[in-house]
Nanobody, 114 residues
Framework: VQLQASGGGLVQAGGSLRLSCAAS????????MGWYRQPPGEQRELVAT???????KYADSVKGRFTISRDNTKNTVYLQMNSLKPEDTAVYYC?????????WGQGTQVTVSS
């Protein structure tokens, strides 16, 4: 499975960005999908996940500001990020699971200026 993420960039605090990640390749059934991030000098952390049935989970730091969704017809997961803060600055990685393995995207930089 290959993952292609897009939508990162530079935005001012309070602004919005929408990340997308499309899965392609082997026709394995996609299970859960999600987003992680790695701030500068820190470890990778969970941002949000969504199950194949649509159940969502969010990190406390993004609840109420970020929304994860998916389009199963396109094997694509989205992350709508609103009210962005400088502490949201990080490389964002998409993640998907299949019956056999986990897969990671290449990462997309999100920078929030104050």
């Amino acid at each position: 499975v290959q993952l292609q993420a897009s939508g990162g960039g530079l935005v001012q605090a309070g602004g919005s960005l929408r990340l997308s990640c499309a899965a392609s390749g082997r026709r394995w059934r996609i299970g859960a999908m999600g987003w992680y991030r790695q701030p500068p000098g820190e470890q990778r952390e969970l941002v949000a996940t969504i199950s194949s049935g649509g159940s969502t989970k969010y990190a406390d730091s993004v609840k109420g500001r970020f929304t994860i969704s998916r389009d199963n017809t396109k094997n694509t997961v989205y992350l709508q990020m609103n009210s962005l803060k400088p502490e949201d600055t990080a490389v964002y990685y998409c993640w998907v699971t299949t019956i056999s393995d986990d897969f990671w995207g290449q990462g997309t930089q999100v920078t929030v200026s104050s």
